[in-house]
């Protein structure tokens, strides 16, 4: 679990530090189903990549993530932040949040078919 969250911390754009008290005083975004989609794939995306990266046998069996999982990653996340008024840290809890919930309820690979449909094409 800390290795997806490494990747998706490597995947997602430098995040500024904050004070542990303003964080704790930022209530939750609150995001509609479009954008929490967008989300869950780009956690998906990223934790694909990281398993290819590594070798991973199960990751293997998806296309390459390299380029268009990482793009699709840097829009939605943009499209996201614009959309919801977030801030890096907000953004990046957002992602974590959607990682670890990909793998909490073991769901990486039902969300991938849906997911893989919003991939840009090559």
């Given at each position: 679990?800390?290795?997806?969250?490494?990747?998706?911390?490597?995947?997602?754009?430098?995040?500024?530090?904050?004070?542990?008290?303003?964080?704790?005083?930022?209530?939750?975004?609150?995001?509609?189903?479009?954008?929490?989609?967008?989300?869950?794939?780009?956690?998906?995306?990223?934790?694909?990549?990281?398993?290819?990266?590594?070798?991973?046998a199960?990751?293997?069996?998806?296309?390459?993530?390299?380029?268009?999982g990482?793009?699709?990653?840097?829009?939605?996340?943009?499209?996201?932040?614009?959309?919801?008024?977030?801030?890096?840290?907000?953004?990046?809890?957002?992602?974590?949040?959607?990682?670890?919930?990909?793998?909490?309820?073991?769901?990486?690979?039902?969300v991938?078919?849906?997911?893989?449909?919003?991939?840009?094409?090559?």
């Open positions: 679990m800390i290795r997806l969250a490494t990747a998706l911390a490597l995947l997602a754009a430098p995040v500024m530090a904050i004070p542990a008290i303003a964080a704790a005083q930022t209530p939750p975004p609150q995001l509609n189903l479009d954008q929490r989609m967008l989300l869950r794939c780009s956690a998906a995306f990223a934790m694909i990549s990281f398993g290819q990266e590594n070798g991973n199960e990751a293997m069996q998806y296309p390459t993530m390299e380029k268009r990482r793009e699709f990653f840097v829009r939605a996340s943009a499209r996201v932040m614009d959309e919801a008024g977030l801030d890096r840290s907000q953004i990046e809890a957002a992602l974590s949040a959607e990682a670890q919930d990909l793998v909490d309820t073991n769901t990486l690979e039902e991938m078919p849906a997911c893989l449909t919003l991939l840009p094409a090559e």
